[in-house]
């Protein structure tokens, strides 16, 4: 009997005692976690301080307008599931050893970095995902920003519809932006109607192949625009303020 008792508070040890260490002690370090303000110090005081840029704003910054709607429907589609969002340090993978990890194409001179804990901190749900099957999805908004040297107001919005444009189709038939792509399509994000005039400049521009009958058009769901407000808003870009990072004073010179 002894044996027996001394077996099961053994065994109820090993396992309670990882799940506090593991899961209840992070997670009432964290649950009441708010956001941090940059620090503003003068330069000549020898105490750290943030990029005079930062100055007002906090990070990590909210979700604005329907990006929020748009991470519940990238949960509801299983996108987690082929794409991550993280990159990881160099002790822990390759992601910062090679150049642009996680960009995958948009402005060459864009700031990324490896990820925090905090850039989650305004998720129900933290989109680390499972594996990477599709491309890490951290700085997605690079890819799809419609980045141009053009400075001309009709080419700019033209440059971003198009890379928009690029982000539905992918979303519609991936295949026929990437033949080798394994994604799955979401055409049901999508609607089919009637065209009017010249029709949306958010209609999809199919190949031959895939486009509508004569007189119709297919269209981005308010589905499938908040889930790209939601994607084409992922940017590691925010500088994590002194405070957490925990740098060492600015020598004044």
């Known amino acids: 009997m002894n044996s027996l008792k001394n077996f099961v508070l053994i065994l109820g040890t090993c396992f309670l005692v990882p799940t506090y260490c593991m899961v209840v002690q992070p997670f009432a370090a964290e649950r009441n976690r708010q956001t941090v303000p940059y620090v ?3 330069p000549g005081s020898g105490k750290a301080f943030d990029a005079p840029e930062s100055k007002g704003l906090s990070y990590p910054q909210a979700f604005a307008g329907d990006r929020k709607r748009g991470e519940e429907i990238y949960a509801q589609q299983g996108c987690a599931q082929c794409h991550t969002q993280v990159i990881r340090p160099d002790y822990a993978g390759i992601d910062q050893f090679k150049k642009g990890w996680g960009k995958g194409g948009g402005d060459a001179n864009a700031v990324t970095r490896q990820t925090n804990m905090w850039d ?10 499972q594996r990477r099957i599709g491309p890490d999805l951290a700085n997605a908004g690079y890819r799809f920003d419609g980045s141009t040297t053009e400075t001309e107001p009709a080419k700019v919005k033209a440059a971003k519809l198009s890379a928009l444009n690029n982000f539905y189709l992918y979303l519609y038939a991936p295949r026929a932006r990437r033949e080798w792509s394994i994604s799955p399509g979401y055409r049901s994000l999508f609607i089919t109607r009637i065209k009017e005039g010249v029709g949306s400049e958010l209609a999809l521009k199919l190949p031959n192949n895939l486009a509508p009958a004569e007189g119709l058009e297919i269209v981005p769901s308010s589905d499938a625009r908040a889930l790209a407000d939601y994607v084409l808003g992922l940017k590691r870009d925010q500088p994590i303020p002194v405070s957490i990072t925990g740098a060492k004073p600015k020598e004044s010179k």
């Open 40 to 42: 503003m110090e003068d």
């Open 120 to 129: 989650y901190m305004h998720e129900d749900f933290a989109m680390i995902g």
